[in-house]
């Protein structure tokens, strides 16, 4: 599975993003998804993950109820939408996805990742 990350950029405090990321596989609608972001001299960290059918997500504490994650299985994406961003956001934001159906937050769960996207907050 190849999966392809987009929808960074630059933006103010308070702005909004949307993340993409698609993927190459027709199977890519049978299993969850996770995005995960990395500042620079931390590890990756879990943002966000959807089920393989998207009735089930779950949120770091630190973006909950400001990003939203989403899926469209018919057009094999992903999409993470970012709102009320704080520098603290700013970060390589990448998708994954694995084997598994339900929505997973370890990073272990994830056999598959994108490049990765830069997203920039400025204050």
């Known amino acids: 599975v190849q999966l392809q990350a987009c929808g960074g950029g630059l933006v103010q405090a308070g702005g909004s993003l949307r993340l993409s990321c698609a993927a190459s596989?027709?199977?890519?609608?049978?299993?969850?998804v996770g995005w995960f972001r990395q500042a620079p001299g931390k590890e990756r960290e879990f943002v966000a993950t959807?089920?393989?059918?998207?009735?089930?997500?779950y949120y770091a504490d630190s973006v909950k109820g400001r990003f939203t994650i989403s899926r469209d299985n018919a057009k094999n994406t992903v999409y993470l939408q970012m709102n009320s961003l704080k520098p603290e956001d700013t970060a390589v934001y990448y998708c994954?996805?694995?084997?598994?159906?339900?929505?997973?937050?370890?990073?272990?769960?994830?056999?598959?990742w994108g490049q990765g996207t830069q997203v920039t907050v400025s204050s």
């Open positions: 994954a996805t694995g084997r598994s159906t339900m929505a997973v937050r370890t990073l272990r769960d994830y056999d598959y």
């Open positions: 596989a027709r199977t890519f609608g049978n299993y969850a």
């Open positions: 959807v089920s393989w059918s998207g009735d089930s997500t």
